[in-house]
């Protein structure tokens, strides 16, 4: 069944990248295309003459939220060990879910969530973004036509920085767990979070297949999860991943996407929707359907969901891995240097590391590398 009255939206996480939620829904506000009924948040709600909260209902308790504006979609960009309880209490409530990723900590709230979603017969949109660009629906063609033949491996490197300030950006961050409870943050299960999605799905969204390979490593003393890192396997497909990425690059790699054919060979910035396929010579840029106005279309039209939560298995089984690692070794500080006044560290090779391990399909540890 579709819906065709204006929908009733509810955000629950106001601040952090709550705030992009709350600019993406106001212009949808003002035009009518949505009822934007209610914010909620445990903290002061964050001010902005760009987004105002004017007369909109503010709650400090989703809840309360719930029974109070009846939403028919719920938005949650809370901290990941909320999410299971928000989201199952949402669909309870009637309301289709757009949740942040990552959804869930492990496979086994992968399946509590998944079975509310089938007991109510609601939706699960989850908040990878990248794979709404059309430049990933492009090199999925690609593949599909057999411009690339065979693919034998998909893999990214990204190699971005983080001031000292990022790990105080919450009590939480930076930390491995919180009164018992695994943190999803770290390179990996944080902003390269897409990264390890846009893999398992350009090489064909199939479950892995045996060991999930790790090394994470920290530069910092003071945090307990990886800001340097790389992950391997094979799906069941025959297809291997290769995920390579750090915080303390000196050189910005976006986040580059190799996918390699019997035929050829692909490249794709995921972030920036630029894609490069065989027999191009100039990358081309591409658009991005936002998950949002897909979620709305898929009430509105039955449009398929791009991101939907049978998505993310496989995404969650890595992140499982990840979170239940050990805290991550420390790099000598020889290998390392700190620049700015917000510093940053830099781990000395870390941009070429992570480019090679990926463009080789190697963990650190096979590179040479003085640190690994």
Same mark, same amino acid.
């Given at each position: @069944?579709?819906?065709?009255?204006?929908? =009733?939206?509810?955000?629950?996480?106001?601040?952090?990248?709550?705030?992009?939620? =709350?600019?993406?829904?106001?212009?949808?506000?003002?035009?009518?295309?949505?009822?934007?009924?209610?914010?909620?948040?445990?903290?002061?709600? !964050? %001010?902005?003459?760009?987004?105002?909260?004017?007369?909109?209902?503010?709650?400090?308790? !989703? /809840?309360?939220?719930?029974?109070?504006? *009846?939403?028919?979609?719920?938005?949650?960009?809370?901290?990941?060990? #909320?999410?299971?309880?928000?989201?199952?209490?949402? @669909?309870?409530? +009637?309301?289709?879910?757009?949740?942040?990723?990552?959804?869930?900590?492990?496979?086994?709230?992968?399946?509590?969530?998944?079975?509310? @979603?089938?007991? #109510?017969?609601?939706?699960?949109?989850?908040?990878?973004?990248?794979?709404?660009?059309?430049?990933?629906?492009?090199?999925?063609?690609?593949?599909?036509?057999?411009?690339?033949?065979?693919?034998?491996?998909?893999? &990214?490197? +990204?190699?971005?920085?983080?001031? $000292?300030?990022?790990?105080?950006?919450?009590?939480?961050?930076?930390?491995?767990?919180?009164?018992? #409870?695994?943190?999803?943050?770290?390179?990996?299960?944080?902003?390269?979070?897409?990264?390890?999605?846009?893999?398992?799905?350009?090489?064909?969204?199939?479950?892995? $297949?045996?060991?999930?390979?790790?090394?994470?490593?920290?530069?910092?003393?003071?945090? %307990?999860?990886?800001?340097?890192?790389?992950?391997?396997?094979?799906? /069941?497909?025959?297809?291997?991943?290769?995920?390579?990425?750090?915080?303390?690059?000196?050189?910005?790699?976006?986040? *580059?996407?190799?996918? =390699?054919?019997?035929?050829?060979?692909?490249?794709?910035?995921?972030?920036?929707?630029?894609?490069?396929?065989?027999? %191009?010579?100039?990358? /081309?840029? !591409?658009?991005? #359907?936002?998950?949002?106005?897909?979620?709305?279309?898929?009430?509105?039209?039955?449009?398929?969901?791009?991101?939907?939560?049978?998505?993310? /298995?496989?995404?969650?089984?890595?992140?499982?891995?990840?979170?239940? $690692?050990?805290?991550?070794?420390? &790099?000598?500080?020889?290998?390392? %240097?700190?620049?700015?006044?917000?510093?940053?560290?830099?781990?000395?090779?870390?941009?070429?590391?992570?480019?090679?391990?990926?463009?080789? +399909?190697?963990?650190?540890?096979?590179? +040479?590398?003085?640190?690994?």
């Amino acid at each position: @069944m579709t819906e065709t009255r204006t929908p =009733r939206i509810a955000l629950v996480g106001a601040n952090g990248y709550g705030l992009h939620h =709350r600019h993406n829904l106001e212009p949808r506000r003002r035009s009518g295309e949505l009822d934007f009924v209610a914010l909620c948040d445990t903290a002061e709600i !964050y %001010e902005d003459d760009a987004i105002p909260v004017g007369d909109l209902p503010v709650f400090d308790d !989703y /809840k309360a939220m719930l029974d109070a504006t *009846d939403p028919d979609v719920v938005i949650i960009a809370t901290p990941p060990p #909320t999410h299971l309880p928000i989201a199952s209490a949402a @669909m309870r409530h +009637g309301a289709d879910v757009y949740l942040e990723k990552p959804p869930v900590a492990n496979l086994a709230e992968y399946a509590q969530l998944y079975d509310v @979603m089938t007991e #109510t017969g609601r939706n699960v949109q989850v908040g990878f973004q990248a794979l709404g660009s059309h430049a990933f629906n492009a090199l999925r063609d690609a593949i599909e036509a057999g411009q690339l033949g065979e693919v034998e491996a998909v893999s &990214v490197a +990204g190699s971005w920085r983080r001031p $000292d300030s990022y790990y105080r950006r919450s009590p939480w961050a930076g930390k491995r767990e919180a009164n018992g #409870t695994l943190i999803a943050d770290g390179a990996l299960a944080n902003p390269f979070a897409h990264a390890s999605q846009e893999a398992i799905a350009l090489a064909g969204d199939w479950p892995l $297949d045996g060991e999930i390979e790790l090394e994470r490593l920290r530069t910092r003393e003071s945090i %307990e999860v990886d800001d340097t890192a790389v992950w391997r396997a094979t799906n /069941k497909n025959g297809v291997q991943i290769t995920v390579a990425v750090t915080l303390c690059g000196d050189k910005k790699l976006e986040g *580059d996407v190799y996918v =390699r054919g019997t035929e050829g060979e692909a490249w794709f910035e995921y972030p920036t929707d630029k894609l490069l396929l065989p027999g %191009e010579s100039e990358p /081309k840029q !591409y658009g991005r #359907t936002d998950l949002l106005d897909n979620l709305l279309a898929h009430r509105n039209k039955g449009v398929g969901l791009i991101s939907g939560l049978r998505r993310a /298995k496989t995404f969650t089984g890595v992140l499982e891995r990840v979170l239940n $690692d050990p805290i991550p070794r420390l &790099v000598d500080a020889e290998h390392l %240097e700190r620049v700015g006044d917000d510093p940053v560290t830099i781990l000395k090779g870390a941009d070429k590391a992570v480019e090679d391990a990926a463009k080789q +399909g190697k963990l650190f540890s096979e590179l +040479g590398l003085p640190w690994a």
